[in-house]
């Protein structure tokens, strides 16, 4: 996440008011994450697609699973 994400924009977009997320499952944060990827141009796994939901769940959204 820090490598690749933070290029393309502030970790507070992940702080910013709940009720304005677009975000409101787990499921719904694999996609995001999956089509920022593509955005990127970055190659990542299924496993790290996987293991940056996870990392931005813990440590920002806490959605339940």
Known sequence: ?????????????HKRDPSRSL???????????AQRAAQSGQ???LE???DIAAYLNRSHYRLEK
């Not at 996440?1 to 977009?13: S, V």
């Not at 975000?23 to 994450?33: F, M, N, P, T, W």
Request: some cysteine; charged content about 30%; hydrophobic content about 35%.
């Open 43 to 45: 190659r990542f796994t």
């Open 1 to 13: 996440y820090e490598i690749h994400c933070l290029t393309c924009h502030y970790e507070r977009i």
């Open 48 to 50: 790290d697609l996987d």
């Open 23 to 33: 975000i409101r499952s787990l499921a719904q944060l694999r996609v995001e994450v």
